[in-house]
């Protein structure tokens, strides 16, 4: 059974509770946090354990047997399926506790994507990520991957012209940050044309400049569309 990845925000820290292995928010990249993350979502059954469960059933949508997934979007769509009630995420902000389980995350993940697809986000699209790490990163991954986009990650550590040249490169169309970047992006969109769309994560609502992630998440439970 999955374990519920640790976010605490009083020490920048991710870790698994029952290991002692723990990841840390170093600044460098928001890799360790999110290899932790898929590390949960991946399937871990054999064969002989999916025939054990019951759960030999083919998906009528991929044509494969439940926990034989190849693609992002199938592989968090089967943990949420089969986790719903469990943990995915706890967040400790000083000493309180709050926790997210699978069906929070899938739904989260569902209205984010018809967000996206409602802003004309389409498969092959680059999205990018600004952020220290936190369970929003990865959800955010786990979005712009599932609607078919390309994930561009920058690094926080980067100055405002190694952002700028990442962007021009590699097209980015949108770019998602916490509140600590979002004014940098803010102030350097004028050069890079291909930049449309700036999602602030710690906004509930934006201005004409900048989408709050709140938006976002009202925008596509109520937009009905599916990823």
Request: glycine letters at 6%; a neutral charge.
């Amino acid at each position: 059974h999955p374990t519920p990845a640790i976010w605490d925000e009083r020490t920048c820290r991710s870790h698994d509770p029952h290991r002692s292995t723990r990841w840390e928010g170093t600044g460098t990249s928001p890799r360790p946090l999110v290899a932790s993350v898929l590390l949960l979502v991946v399937p871990r059954y054999s064969s002989y354990d999916r025939h054990d469960r019951g759960m030999e059933q083919v998906d009528v949508r991929t044509g494969r047997v439940p926990g034989e997934a190849t693609t992002t979007r199938e592989l968090v769509e089967y943990a949420l399926h089969s986790f719903k009630t469990r943990v995915a995420f706890l967040r400790k902000t000083n000493l309180r506790v709050s926790q997210w389980t699978y069906a929070d995350v899938g739904e989260y993940v569902r209205c984010l994507a018809s967000a996206l697809l409602e802003r004309g986000v389409t498969k092959g699209d680059r999205v990018a990520i600004l952020s220290e790490n936190r369970p929003e990163w990865a959800l955010a991954w786990f979005t712009i991957t599932s609607v078919g986009a390309v994930v561009v990650p920058l690094d926080r550590m980067h100055s405002a012209a190694e952002i700028v040249s990442i962007l021009n490169h590699s097209g980015t169309r949108m770019a998602v940050a916490s509140g600590a970047f979002i004014t940098t992006l803010v102030d350097h969109q004028h050069e890079v044309p291909t930049l449309e769309t700036l999602v602030s994560l710690d906004l509930a609502r934006g201005d004409r400049r900048v989408v709050g992630y709140e938006e976002l998440l009202v925008q596509g439970a109520a937009s009905g569309r599916h990823y």
